[in-house]
């Protein structure tokens, strides 16, 4: 069997996995389909995921249960204006060894080193903080006295923000925002899915998960679509997209020369294409198309776009803009 022979079979594999994994999940998690779709294509295509949402909308649930499915390690940092930059990491402390009495500085890691870190209300912490957090997330490493201690693979980070309290918060920077491949905003539930939240949420029995994936394999997954293939239309296709948000762009259409003060820099192109890749991989197809980049522009644009003054003044929204520029690009 050759290269391409096994990843067509582990295409395959993946995408019976993916039924398996909302099986097991919707036991816990009732609706938020979109966002556990996200969730899962951040993952394979190893980026980071910055969940935006009102207290009380389960959170917390979806990224712990979306740990246990996935048989993954997962900490939690609640995120407070006292926090410390080695509350993240970790520290060096004096060891005493219980055999030869000696001392030595020892390094006792943070809940960083897990696979999965929910950063729990990210704005509420000091820039100091924050940067800690962000330095493991695109290098991987923690350094401490000295000496670099590697992360566990996979590596994924979901940071909460609450919309409504922005009292005492500190605003992630747009060069830190970037780092996150995703920006998604978690609407509360319908009707009927209140219903079933509350009918399941009230009932003395819990419902008992199953880990569906390892993570040699998760990290065999995000190997895969890295091997994706992509037609050079699609690329370009991205690359323009991206490059029309830019006022200063010639691809730019006057209504963003009029309601955008600054784009999307080139790594908003790689993760439109990344991420297309992860998507076309879980729908079982073996290569992505123009669609796959359009229905992922939004959560990847709107906190790396950002509107001016004549966008507020006529109460037009970033995801607003996005639409209307996919619809110019048709």
Same mark, same amino acid.
């Given at each position: 069997?050759?290269?391409? @022979?096994?990843?067509? @079979? =582990?295409? @395959?594999?993946?995408?019976?996995?993916?039924?398996?994994?909302?099986?097991? *999940?919707?036991?816990i998690v009732i $609706?938020?389909?979109?966002?556990?779709?996200?969730?899962?294509?951040?993952?394979?295509?190893?980026?980071? /995921?910055?969940?935006?949402?009102?207290?009380?909308?389960?959170?917390?649930? *979806?990224?712990?249960?979306f740990s246990e499915?996935?048989?993954?390690?997962?900490?939690?940092?609640?995120?407070?204006?006292?926090?410390? !930059?080695?509350?993240?990491? $970790?520290?060096?402390?004096?060891?005493?060894? &219980?055999?030869?009495?000696?001392?030595?500085?020892?390094?006792?890691?943070?809940?960083? %080193?897990?696979?999965?870190?929910?950063?729990?209300?990210? +704005?509420?912490?000091?820039?100091?903080? &924050?940067?800690?957090?962000?330095? =493991?997330?695109?290098?991987?490493?923690?350094?401490?006295?000295?000496?670099?201690?590697?992360?566990?693979?996979?590596? %994924?980070?979901?940071?909460?923000?609450?919309?409504?309290?922005?009292?005492g918060t500190y605003?992630?920077?747009? =060069?830190?925002?970037?780092?996150?491949?995703?920006?998604?905003?978690?609407?509360? !539930?319908?009707?009927?899915?209140? *219903?079933?939240?509350?009918?399941? /949420? /009230?009932? #003395?029995?819990?419902?008992?998960? #199953?880990?569906?994936? /390892?993570?040699?394999?998760?990290?065999?997954? &995000?190997?895969?679509?890295?091997?994706?293939?992509?037609?050079?239309?699609?690329?370009?296709?991205?690359?323009?997209?991206?490059?029309?948000?830019?006022? +200063?762009?010639?691809?730019?259409?006057? %209504?963003?020369? @009029?309601?955008?003060?600054?784009?999307?820099? !080139?790594?908003?192109? &790689?993760?439109? *294409?990344?991420?297309?890749?992860?998507?076309?991989?879980?729908?079982?197809?073996?290569? !992505? +198309?123009?669609?796959?980049? +359009?229905?992922?522009?939004?959560?990847?644009?709107?906190?790396?776009?950002?509107?001016?003054?004549?966008?507020?003044?006529?109460?037009?929204?970033?995801?607003?803009?996005?639409?209307?520029?996919?619809?110019?690009?048709?």
């Amino acid at each position: 069997m050759n290269e391409q @022979e096994k990843d067509l @079979e =582990a295409l @395959e594999e993946l995408s019976k996995s993916r039924d398996l994994f909302f099986n097991e *999940i919707n036991k816990i998690v009732i $609706g938020q389909k979109r966002i556990l779709d996200q969730l899962f294509i951040a993952l394979l295509s190893n980026g980071h /995921t910055l969940l935006v949402g009102v207290p009380g909308l389960a959170k917390t649930l *979806i990224i712990k249960t979306f740990s246990e499915v996935l048989d993954m390690t997962f900490k939690r940092i609640q995120f407070t204006p006292d926090l410390m !930059p080695s509350d993240i990491t $970790g520290t060096e402390l004096i060891d005493l060894d &219980q055999e030869t009495g000696q001392r030595s500085f020892r390094f006792f890691k943070g809940p960083v %080193f897990a696979n999965i870190v929910l950063a729990d209300e990210i +704005n509420r912490t000091p820039p100091k903080t &924050q940067a800690a957090l962000l330095e =493991a997330m695109q290098e991987h490493k923690v350094t401490s006295g000295g000496k670099t201690y590697d992360l566990d693979k996979p590596f %994924f980070v979901l940071a909460t923000q609450n919309p409504i309290e922005q009292e005492g918060t500190y605003p992630l920077p747009e =060069a830190q925002l970037d780092r996150f491949m995703f920006n998604l905003r978690i609407d509360y !539930p319908s009707s009927d899915e209140e *219903i079933s939240i509350v009918r399941q /949420t /009230t009932k #003395s029995i819990k419902n008992a998960l #199953s880990p569906i994936m /390892t993570k040699s394999a998760i990290k065999d997954y &995000q190997r895969l679509v890295r091997r994706v293939p992509v037609a050079d239309n699609v690329v370009e296709y991205a690359v323009k997209l991206v490059s029309a948000t830019r006022p +200063n762009s010639e691809n730019a259409p006057d %209504f963003i020369k @009029e309601s955008i003060s600054w784009g999307a820099g !080139p790594r908003a192109s &790689q993760f439109l *294409i990344l991420g297309s890749k992860a998507k076309a991989v879980l729908d079982g197809r073996p290569t !992505p +198309n123009i669609e796959d980049i +359009n229905s992922l522009a939004i959560p990847i644009l709107r906190h790396r776009v950002l509107t001016n003054f004549n966008a507020e003044t006529e109460g037009l929204k970033v995801e607003d803009i996005i639409l209307q520029l996919i619809q110019k690009m048709k």
